[in-house]
């Protein structure tokens, strides 16, 4: 039930007096504040505020990395659509080059067409892995 006290778990929280105090996003509650133990006393809304406070910290952390994990699997299909537009674009530059008998300018745009291409490809491929981990990590 008890476990020792480390030194860094015996600072003072001012999390009740000054809950928008800096750099104390990423805290955590030291584990004595988990134990169950009888409190009776004429005035507990201290303890219950700190609870509070603790259980809005622990959900607005949690709520930003799930904003954090949308935005990413966002940009990532942004990344990739971006690209494919590139290719597509390039391609019908090299299209309108050729009509017009420009093949320096087609040979140009083909290969930007091709860098484009290529790129999409390896990102999705790589997105596809992060995808499997970022999935992965949701479920938890």
Request: hydrophobic content about 40%; proline content about 3%.
């Amino acid at each position: 039930k008890y476990k020792p006290l480390l030194r860094e778990q015996l600072k003072i929280s001012t999390a009740v007096g000054d809950p928008n105090a800096r750099g104390q996003r990423n805290e955590s509650l030291a584990w004595f504040w988990s134990v169950e133990v009888d409190l009776g006393g004429p005035d507990q809304s201290w303890n219950e505020e700190f609870y509070r406070v603790h259980w809005l910290r622990a959900k607005a952390l949690r709520d930003r990395w799930r904003e954090e994990m949308l935005l990413v699997k966002l940009e990532m299909d942004w990344t990739c659509k971006f690209f494919l537009w590139k290719t597509t674009q390039w391609g019908e530059h090299m299209q309108e080059s050729l009509e017009k008998r420009l093949p320096g300018h087609g040979c140009y745009a083909g290969r930007q067409s091709q860098m484009y291409s290529l790129l999409a490809q390896d990102v999705q491929a790589a997105f596809q892995d992060l995808q499997n981990v970022l999935i992965e990590a949701g479920d938890e």
